[in-house]
């Protein structure tokens, strides 16, 4: 009687939890807790993430979406306050881990973007993921495998390289 007891409760606590994760994953689809979900990628990200715009966030889908206008990335912690980038319009679409393909972004669109990338004579850079000064474990990024960044403003001021460069690039990649 005591095993069966158990398995009911573990049961029952893994379908409250399942239940609660898909709550609040309709909710933010939804449109609520946007700054929450805001906090979550930006303690993801370990830097401040701003969107004036809207917000679109698609979930339930095979391919989930993210489109966010008037977004501002901040530099990371390793960096002085200030800004990496400024996108008018931001569109992440994921690629969800199947047979042969683990987690990655199918395509990124940054449209109206202004890129501020700065790196020190140590080499830590902003648009670096991690601090370069500290070990960490191997992590495997996700692999961008669409890129879009037309006609983006640049100020690169890199102390390392002895390099400052300011004007438009643009980059397209696709699959």
């Given at each position: 009687m005591?095993?069966?007891r158990?398995?009911l409760?573990a049961?029952?606590?893994a ?6 994760l ?11 807790f ?8 930006a ?6 993430i ?12 095979w391919?989930?979406r ?8 901040g ?13 008018g ?17 199918e395509?990124?669109t940054?449209?109206?973007a ?24 191997d ?10 960044v ?5 100020v ?5 390289r002895h ?10 990649a696709?699959a």
């Amino acid at each position: 009687m005591g095993v069966r007891r158990v398995l009911l409760g573990a049961m029952i606590t893994a379908a409250v939890v399942i239940a609660a994760l898909l709550g609040f994953a309709m909710a933010v689809q939804a449109g609520f807790f946007r700054a929450a979900f805001l906090d979550l990628i930006a303690a993801r990200a370990g830097r401040r993430i701003e969107v004036g715009g809207a917000l679109e966030v698609v979930l339930f889908s095979w391919n989930p979406r993210l489109r966010a206008q008037h977004a501002v990335i901040g530099n990371p912690r390793w960096m002085p306050p200030g800004r990496t980038a400024e996108i008018g319009e931001l569109e992440i679409v994921f690629d969800l881990p199947h047979l042969h393909h683990r987690f990655g972004v199918e395509s990124l669109t940054l449209s109206g973007a202004d890129l501020h990338l700065l790196r020190d004579a140590a080499g830590r850079a902003n648009w670096q993921w991690s601090d370069p000064t500290v070990a960490h474990a191997d992590r495997k990024l996700a692999i961008i495998r669409s890129l879009n960044v037309p006609q983006a403003h640049v100020v690169l001021d890199d102390e390392r390289r002895h390099l400052k460069y300011e004007g438009t690039a643009s980059a397209q990649a696709t699959a």
